[in-house]
């Protein structure tokens, strides 16, 4: 029973580098976010999709980019990482967008830039 | 914007001490989570109120939601070790997941 699946758990980058942080589920949820987690700051929403081919921004979309081709997997790209994406970076998934609706979350990744 | 403001920041209890958390909106809540996370892992879902006046448990853990819809308390009796973690409450904004937040968390600790 997998749920949320999330790689690597852990990476470390250089400034510039670029890479992808890989998202998977098993529920058919139709929902799917990223979020990151810094001290102090509690989870903030980067991008979030409401199915298949439907992605938007949340609270701190730059420098990231997201897509969704299939309903189990969405894959966060940093495009060029910089010091300040140091931080933890957990997946989340639920049945749908609408209210009311619990999100499941992956282990995390942790992401460091040096 | 929604904010959640969570008190106390840390808790540190003896076992089998009772405790709250309290999670304050600054707007009505249409969907409020908890949620718990032990370090260096995902958060696991508590419980989701949604009516005001809403009460449910799970266990030793008691969650409320007042009837004004803006301030949400989770409540531990007689707490273990195994209740330690961060414990974060979550909350819809305007009754859509893509409007999530969260407070920034409630560190506790329980001492033998």
């Known amino acids: 029973n997998a749920g949320v699946t999330q790689t690597p758990k852990f990476q470390v980058l250089k400034t510039g580098q670029s890479m992808t942080l890989q998202c998977a589920q098993d529920?058919?949820?139709?929902?799917m976010s990223w979020y990151r987690q810094d001290p102090g700051m509690g989870l903030r929403l980067i991008h979030y999709s409401v199915g298949a081919g439907i992605t938007d921004q949340g609270e701190v979309p730059n420098g990231y980019n997201v897509s969704r081709s299939t309903t189990e997997d969405f894959p966060l790209r940093l495009l060029s990482a910089a010091p300040s994406q140091t931080s933890v970076y957990f997946c989340?998934?639920?049945?749908?967008?609408?209210?009311?609706?619990?999100?499941?979350f992956g282990d995390g990744t942790r992401l460091s830039i040096l | 914007s929604q904010e959640l403001e969570q008190s106390p920041q840390s808790l540190i209890v003896q076992e089998g001490k009772n405790l709250t958390i309290n999670c304050t909106s600054s707007k009505t809540l249409y969907g409020l989570y908890w949620y718990k996370q032990k370090y260096g892992e995902g958060l696991i879902f508590l419980m989701m109120l949604q009516k005001g006046g809403e009460e449910k448990s799970h266990e030793k853990i008691t969650a409320k939601l007042d009837e004004k819809k803006q301030q949400s308390s989770l409540h531990i009796t007689a707490s273990q070790p195994s209740h330690a973690g961060i414990y974060l409450c979550?909350?819809?904004?305007?009754?859509?997941?893509?409007?999530?937040?969260f407070g920034t968390g409630t560190r506790l600790q329980v001492t033998l």
């Open positions: 529920m058919n949820h139709e929902y």
């Open positions: 989340a998934s639920s049945y749908s967008a609408d209210g009311g609706q619990p999100q499941h």
């Open positions: 979550g909350a819809d904004g305007a009754g859509t997941a893509s409007k999530l937040t």
